[in-house]
């Protein structure tokens, strides 16, 4: 049945909870924030930035750059140009006969 929901969840059906989800984000959150442990506030992951070489402090934004940005993707593209050497009387006659052949 086109266009028409035919099985599965309910509209308006929460997904499950995930614990391990929400440990996850509960972890990543702490990690970023101000920790008054560390020197001048700055959190865990800015210490940890401050300790790499700055090849690898690139490396570790690019990483996690490419997961809040989507990725572009290729596109490939034919860009062939047939030539058309008919003249304007050659269509037009042409599309007279066509014209005429539906008739």
Do not use: C, W
């Not at 509209?11 to 990690?31: A, C, E, F, Q």
């Amino acid at each position: 049945m086109k266009g028409q929901k035919t099985g599965g969840r309910q509209k308006g059906t929460p997904n499950k909870d995930n614990p391990i989800r929400g440990y996850l984000l509960t972890h990543s959150i702490g990690y970023f924030k101000p920790n008054e442990k560390n020197p001048d506030g700055m959190s865990d992951f800015e210490v940890d930035l401050a300790m790499m070489t700055p090849e690898d402090r690139v490396g570790a934004e690019i990483r996690i750059l490419k997961h809040h940005t989507s990725e572009l993707k290729s596109v490939d593209m034919d860009m062939t140009v047939a030539e058309h050497t008919e003249t304007i009387d050659e269509r037009l006659a042409r599309l007279a006969l066509e014209d005429e052949e539906g008739e």
